[in-house]
Nanobody, 127 residues
Framework: QVQLVESGGGLVQAGGSLRLSCAAS????????MGWFRQAPGKEREFVAA????????YYADSVKGRFTISRDNAKNTVYLQMNSPKPEDTAVYYC????????????????????WGQGTQVTVSS
């Protein structure tokens, strides 16, 4: 498995910006997909964004498309989630995840494809 440590969460005003980081260690990531998920109180954990480590292909939930950007720094083994123009409904605990590249593209969006998870970082967006 991959060890993942998130950072960068906190309080941000609606319309501002925030960047989350996820440092990965333990395995070579070339065959992995990295994802960000989030979970608000009383709700299911939901997909936010994903990125294939080797090719850099990206996938986004419709709710964040055009506002959030997932990227990576190969040298630092770190994945980022740049959150621009966040909304109060983006408030949640954000989790970084890693899993093997799936055969089917729809699996990028499923939490069940990911077998390594970080501890989560709280993001609160004030109105």
């Amino acid at each position: 498995q991959v060890q993942l440590v998130e950072s960068g969460g906190g309080l941000v005003q609606a319309g501002g910006s925030l960047r989350l980081s996820c440092a990965a260690s333990g395995r070579t990531l070339s065959t992995y997909v990295m994802g960000w998920f989030r979970q608000a109180p009383g709700k299911e954990r939901e997909f936010v964004a994903a990125l294939t480590w080797s090719g850099g292909s990206t996938y986004y939930a419709d709710s964040v498309k055009g506002r959030f950007t997932i990227s990576r720094d190969n040298a630092k083994n770190t994945v980022y989630l740049q959150m621009n123009s966040p909304k109060p409904e983006d408030t949640a605990v954000y989790y970084c995840a890693a899993g093997p590249n799936p055969y089917y593209s729809r699996a990028y969006y499923s939490r069940y494809n990911y077998d390594s998870w970080g501890q989560g970082t709280q993001v609160t967006v004030s109105s």
